[in-house]
């Protein structure tokens, strides 16, 4: 009765049911029927009916079903009942699965050639900084008389005390510089690199006034902010480090 051509059905032979679609049954018959036959085939269809029902009840798939629409998304069908599987728990809260111990000795490794690399250029830049001081010095009369000539509204001695006040205050910088560098690598506190960072993003802009005096050192420029970089760089990796201890602490408590 369910295949996809007529079926006879009937005494004369003549009457059957056809089922063109699945799930659409169609009562055919050629001659014009009496009432009882009409109740007869009415009551035989109703019974295939049901026959086709009963069969529809049991899924054909046991699990969802993925089917590609034609626009290339893809759709989801799941059968009546059917419950998705809990997602398997975050190796976070497993336990035993990260064991800080074991990563302390390549994460301290680590550290430390940075910290390696950060102090080289603080000395770097203590060096440059202290060679173009001393020139400075020994070519002190040049220098003002440069800027007499730049700005013959001045008076030579408003130009000196302004050249010595930018030597002042850059060797001051500089040493102030160089020692909370030295402090930050020592540490190794992420709120000391933070506070260098800003301290060396001060003394990088600082330097752009300096070309009014003809001080503008391009290297000194350089440093400085490499080393606001690398600053910037260590404290976010300490603040790494930090929180993969406290997870670890977390996970596994000590006794």
């Not at 560098?181 to 300096?210: H, S, W």
Request: contains cysteine; charged residues 15%.
């Amino acid at each position: 009765i369910l295949g996809s051509s007529p079926q006879p059905w009937g005494a004369s032979g003549k009457e059957f049911l056809a089922v063109t679609d699945p799930g659409v049954c169609t009562l055919r018959c050629p001659d014009k029927p009496t009432s009882r036959d009409f109740y007869s085939k009415l009551d035989a269809f109703d019974y295939t009916l049901k026959i086709f029902e009963g069969s529809m009840e049991k899924p054909l798939f046991p699990g969802p079903v993925f089917v590609q629409n034609p626009d290339g998304s893809i759709a989801q069908g799941i059968p009546p009942g059917f419950q998705e599987p809990s997602a398997p728990g975050t190796p976070r809260l497993g336990g035993g699965d990260m064991n800080f111990n074991t990563l302390s000795a390549d994460i301290v490794r680590v550290l430390a050639r940075h910290e390696a690399i950060f102090l080289a250029l603080m000395v770097m830049h203590l060096a440059v900084v202290c060679s173009f001081q001393y020139i400075e010095l020994q070519y002190e009369e040049d220098a003002v008389t440069e800027l007499t000539l730049i700005y013959p509204d001045l008076s030579p001695s408003t130009i000196r005390s302004l050249h010595w006040l930018a030597f002042v205050g850059e060797a001051s910088y500089s040493i102030a510089f160089f020692g909370l560098g030295v402090v930050c690598a020592c540490m190794a506190k992420p709120a000391l690199y933070a506070r260098f960072a800003l301290v060396a993003l001060i003394g990088t802009l600082g330097q752009l006034p300096m070309a009014y005096l003809n001080r503008f050192n391009l290297l000194v420029f350089f440093l400085r902010f490499l080393s606001y970089a690398y600053a910037r760089f260590l404290c976010n990796l300490l603040r790494t480090i930090d929180t993969l201890r406290g997870d670890a602490l977390v996970i596994n408590p000590d006794p």
